[in-house]
């Protein structure tokens, strides 16, 4: 569970895990959207220095986008392949 979900408190988990395990089926678009999530927001709290899940604005998210994607040794050696 991501930090900033977690210091959010209140339903912010469970509202968190519901996204992913009731409105999104399929398991590989679960995935990948997880993993999206997950990695904008480490980029908010680490380099963009928000603390508060609330601090982050709708601008924040093309500032993330806009990062080189850099495949990690580990998410090539799993054997996804993307097809055009």
């Known amino acids: 569970m991501p930090s900033l979900i977690v210091r959010a408190g209140g339903h912010a988990e469970k509202r968190f895990l ?5 409105q999104i089926r399929n398991r590989n678009t679960r995935a990948a959207y997880l993993r999206a999530v997950r990695d ?3 980029w908010a709290e680490i380099e963009a220095g928000i603390d508060n899940l609330l601090d982050i604005e709708p601008v924040e998210s093309p500032r993330v986008c806009r990062r080189p994607f850099v495949l990690s040794q580990a998410a090539m050696a799993a054997g996804s392949v993307w097809r055009s």
């Open 18 to 22: 519901e996204f992913f395990a009731a």
């Open 40 to 42: 904008f927001l480490d």
